[in-house]
């Protein structure tokens, strides 16, 4: 079928988006951990945690909207 991508073609659309999804995962794992470590301390470091915690809830939104766009029912029709 020539109007049909090939499995090379999906898979070279497919690696456009992937570099950002290992980003995503090591920015909500350090963020978690300076979360979890700053939570154990007092004062300042309570505006720190509260930011920490904001930017991995944002990580984690942001790996769920690419899982999803990833498996979204018109992108696998193609």
């Given at each position: 079928m020539p109007n049909s991508p090939s499995d090379k073609e999906k898979t070279m659309a497919d690696s456009s988006r992937r570099p950002a999804r290992p980003v995503l995962w090591l920015l909500l794992?350090?963020?978690a951990v300076c979360n979890a470590v700053t939570s154990m301390?007092?004062?300042?470091?309570?505006?720190?945690s509260v930011a920490a915690g904001l930017a991995a809830l944002a990580c984690g939104i942001a790996l769920v909207a690419d899982h999803r766009r990833a498996r979204s029912?018109?992108?696998t029709a193609r």
């Open positions: 794992l350090l963020c301390m007092g004062g300042i470091a309570t505006a720190v029912p018109e992108r």
